[in-house]
C-alpha cells in the first residue's frame, strides 16, 4: 500500500525511537523529514531511480527503501547514532531492480563470414 511522506516519516521517527506508539508527530519533526526527503527525492530522480512525482505517495515498492534512505539522512538531526548509513547502497539497489525493465531475451543468430 502506497504511504504519504508524512506516513513515512512517522514511521522514520518510530525507528528512531522519537515517537512512542500510539502518540502523534510534532509537526516540526515531520517538515525536518519532508525536506530531508525533497533532497532525497531529487538525488533519486537524477539517478531515475524514482517514477513517481515528488508529491505523490511513496508506492508500496519504494516504502522501505525510502524509509531505510530517509533514516541514514536524518538519524544524526535527532541525536541517533547513524547505523542506516549502510543501508545506502543496498536501498538504492533494491529501487533500482524494481524499476528496471525485465529483460527480454533476443535471440540470436550466428553468421558465418
Do not use: C
Given at each position: 500500500?502506497?504511504?504519504?511522506?508524512?506516513?513515512?516519516?512517522?514511521?522514520?521517527?518510530?525507528?528512531?525511537?522519537?515517537l512512542p506508539d500510539g502518540?502523534?508527530?510534532?509537526?516540526?519533526?515531520?517538515?525536518?523529514?519532508?525536506?530531508?526527503?525533497?533532497?532525497?527525492?531529487?538525488?533519486?530522480?537524477?539517478?531515475?531511480?524514482?517514477?513517481?512525482?515528488?508529491?505523490a505517495d511513496i508506492p508500496?515498492?519504494?516504502?522501505?527503501?525510502?524509509?531505510?534512505?530517509?533514516?541514514?539522512?536524518?538519524?544524526d538531526n535527532f541525536g541517533?547514532?547513524?547505523?542506516?548509513?549502510?543501508?545506502?547502497?543496498?536501498?538504492?539497489?533494491?529501487?533500482?531492480?524494481?524499476?528496471?525493465?525485465?529483460?527480454?531475451?533476443?535471440?540470436?543468430?550466428?553468421?558465418?563470414?
Amino acid at each position: 500500500m502506497a504511504k504519504t511522506i508524512t506516513e513515512v516519516a512517522t514511521d522514520v521517527l518510530r525507528k528512531l525511537g522519537r515517537l512512542p506508539d500510539g502518540q502523534v508527530a510534532v509537526a516540526n519533526q515531520i517538515a525536518q523529514i519532508e525536506y530531508s526527503y525533497d533532497g532525497l527525492y531529487e538525488e533519486l530522480a537524477n539517478d531515475s531511480l524514482v517514477n513517481w512525482a515528488s508529491t505523490a505517495d511513496i508506492p508500496n515498492f519504494a516504502v522501505h527503501p525510502i524509509t531505510m534512505l530517509l533514516l541514514g539522512r536524518v538519524a544524526d538531526n535527532f541525536g541517533v547514532p547513524n547505523q542506516w548509513i549502510g543501508f545506502y547502497n543496498d536501498a538504492r539497489e533494491i529501487l533500482s531492480k524494481q524499476l528496471s525493465e525485465p529483460y527480454v531475451h533476443q535471440p540470436t543468430q550466428f553468421e558465418n563470414f
